[in-house]
């Protein structure tokens, strides 16, 4: 008895010398991720969508994550599935509850890939970049400490479509400029072909690990990385 309470006090005195982290050093919360947007951040074609790869990308860098959202959806090996991937719907459609899912999840950082549903149901194409600055700014109001991440469009098989996607891409800078310098442009069209694509508009899980490090690569900069990328 007497050598076991020797050796817990040896063990103890070492791990406050540098022998490992000091009792009561508090862990670093997990950095709060929302994934917003529609099918294409839900994964119909690929359970779990970019998010799986992006997972991966983060925690083997040794970032701390937390992923939020009001829906689960993802494979067995993505341990965290909440996101905000709406299937078919548009910007506005998006932009009407967007404040309600910020507010109950608090994210640090919000990754929004949003518009093709728009391009799809030819919605007052003119105003889709405006209409996804709008929501931005409605993002900003209620979380204003979180840095937005804004995706180009994925590149669509269908060619009239990609023609509108290629017009709102090229909107998008002008449409996201006066939002100041925590809303980043992220190209997710250079990231992604269309031989990328399982059915013409989603991912196959090749062009979803893509998506995920493209993403994982702007996010990187502003956070808190251990490890350095391989």
Known sequence: MRRAAALLIAALALAGCGGGTPAGTPTPPAVRILPLGDSITDGRTVPGAYRTALWKELTGAGARIDFVGSRQSGP????DQDNEGHPGLRIDEIDADVTKWVNATDPRFVLIHLGTNDVFQEYE???APQRLA????????TAPDADVFVATLIPLQDATAQTRVAAYNAALPDALRALGPKVHLVDMHAAVTVADLADGVHPNEAGYAKMGAAWAAA???LMPITRPAT
Do not use: I, T
């Open 76 to 79: 067995a090996d993505l341990p």
């Open 125 to 127: 194409l003119a105003g």
């Open 134 to 141: 709008k929501l931005v700014e409605h993002v900003q109001r």
């Open 219 to 221: 996010l990187r900069p």
